[in-house]
């Protein structure tokens, strides 16, 4: 598997941007536009003989790195698509001397149906076979105006410096936008 930087220039951009759009619902395409010139935030396209299989998203803060996407081709899914963009990730973070990753992992209290329930069980266990660790007790929440509803995200992270705080990465990364409540409650 090849990783290679996604740019206006990329020859699959309009796939690429299929992607991102199956991928996450009601994702705003100008928004996506606005990545490719922002110069904090790094777009990598995952390529197997020249055909896409996944895309991560990351953005760069002074110390800690915020992976806004992470999506494998549905086709693809399950052979290690998923954790090459990681493990990518996660290098670059290192690479960069920051202190770890930290990203977003929809929880599996937003849902009713079984089927999504599973979904999201599985998606936090992937990030956790990965080293991904949950942030107790922090969260965030992003209004889906096309839905009317404001899902929860549970906070996870990774570090590659064994002495961060992941905590005080969550407030950096997230701002006003960090909710933090008592889990015992």
Same mark, same amino acid.
């Given at each position: 598997?090849?990783?290679?930087? #996604?740019?206006?220039?990329?020859? =699959?951009?309009? +796939?690429?941007?299929? *992607?991102? !759009?199956? %991928?996450?619902?009601?994702i705003?395409?100008?928004? #996506?536009?606005?990545? *490719?010139? %922002?110069?904090?935030?790094? *777009?990598?396209?995952?390529?197997?003989? !020249?055909?896409?299989?996944?895309?991560?998203? $990351?953005?760069? @803060?002074?110390?800690?790195?915020?992976? $806004?996407l992470l999506?494998?081709?549905?086709?693809?899914?399950?052979?290690?698509?998923?954790?090459? /963009?990681?493990?990518?990730?996660?290098? +670059?973070?290192?690479? =960069?001397?920051?202190? &770890?990753?930290?990203? +977003?992992?929809?929880?599996?209290?937003?849902?009713?149906?079984?089927?999504?329930?599973? @979904?999201?069980?599985? =998606?936090?266990?992937?990030? +956790?076979?990965?080293?991904?660790?949950? /942030?107790? !007790?922090?969260?965030?929440?992003?209004?889906?105006?096309? $839905?009317?509803?404001?899902?929860?995200? =549970?906070? $996870?992270?990774? /570090?590659?410096?064994?002495?961060?705080?992941?905590?005080? &990465?969550?407030?950096?990364?997230?701002?006003?936008?960090? #909710? #933090?409540?008592?889990?015992?409650?």
């Amino acid at each position: 598997m090849n990783c290679v930087k #996604i740019d206006s220039s990329y020859p =699959r951009l309009r +796939e690429w941007l299929d *992607l991102i !759009g199956r %991928s996450f619902d009601g994702i705003n395409p100008a928004w #996506i536009y606005d990545f *490719l010139r %922002s110069p904090d935030i790094l *777009l990598l396209a995952a390529e197997e003989e !020249g055909v896409l299989s996944g895309t991560v998203c $990351m953005r760069f @803060t002074a110390d800690w790195e915020y992976l $806004m996407l992470l999506a494998a081709v549905p086709e693809k899914r399950g052979r290690g698509t998923g954790t090459a /963009l990681f493990q990518k990730a996660a290098a +670059e973070a290192e690479d =960069r001397g920051l202190r &770890g990753l930290l990203w +977003e992992c929809l929880g599996e209290y937003n849902f009713t149906k079984e089927e999504d329930i599973r @979904t999201a069980l599985r =998606r936090r266990a992937f990030y +956790e076979r990965l080293g991904g660790r949950t /942030l107790e !007790g922090c969260f965030t929440r992003i209004h889906l105006p096309e $839905m009317n509803i404001y899902p929860e995200y =549970r906070v $996870m992270y990774y /570090l590659t410096d064994r002495d961060a705080d992941p905590g005080q &990465g969550a407030r950096q990364v997230f701002g006003e936008g960090l #909710i #933090i409540r008592d889990t015992e409650a």
